[in-house]
């Protein structure tokens, strides 16, 4: 069985804020029913990420986001759409123990996005078709991010990533600006509004 191409791109961050603002472009571009795969050390800032998508996808005013280590799930609404932050690293039984703790659920929320934080664990149950979001350190504050497609869909938010902070200009002027990114004119997936 052929593993399914992965597209997409890289960039550097160098700093805490340029991270959670990458999370935030995510967050714009993200669609109802997306999986967000997010791989990296202890530390390597994918909590960061998931608190700018927050951002992005539920608005400014959104409750501060804290790793869900202990927890397993994070919760986050605006009344229209759901984020679920899903830390799966103490998960030892895979997928059936995954599905047993009820969290395969979120994954069926058609007004939701999912988050799941060391998605290896629970490889079995990760959707083919997800934005994987690789985090490497690279120095204390500076950051190496793969953002890849792994099918049509998230194609789409890739693109609609890489033409609003396909490098770390672009990342920096965003974050400086403060202005909403622009998607038009691309062929992002259709809402299900």
């Not at 714009?28 to 795969?37: C, E, K, R, T």
């Not at 290896?120 to 890849?148: F, G, K, N, Y």
């Not at 770390?168 to 062929?187: A, T």
Request: aromatic share 6%.
């Amino acid at each position: 069985m052929s593993q399914p191409l992965k597209a997409g791109y890289m960039l550097q961050t160098a700093s805490v804020e340029e991270t959670e603002t990458l999370g935030e472009v995510a967050g714009l571009a993200a669609q109802p029913g997306l999986v967000f795969a997010l791989r990296g050390e202890l530390g390597a800032g994918k909590t960061v990420f998931v608190r700018g998508l927050a951002r992005g996808l539920l608005g400014k005013d959104q409750a501060a986001v804290t790793s869900p280590t202990y927890v397993l799930l994070h919760v986050y609404k605006n009344g229209l759409l759901a984020l679920y932050h899903i830390d799966a690293y103490r998960m030892k039984g895979g997928g059936d123990e995954f599905a047993a703790s009820g969290l395969a659920e979120c994954l069926a929320d058609p007004r939701g996005v999912v988050c799941i934080e060391w998605p290896e664990r629970v490889e079995s149950i990760v959707p083919a078709d997800r934005v994987e979001i690789e985090l490497e350190h690279r120095e204390p504050t500076q950051r190496r991010i793969h953002v890849l497609a792994t099918g049509p869909r998230s194609a789409a938010v890739v693109e609609a990533m890489l033409k609003v902070a396909g490098s770390e200009l672009q990342l920096r002027e965003r974050l400086h600006m403060g202005n909403p990114p622009d998607f038009s004119g691309l062929s992002a997936p259709p809402s299900l509004s």
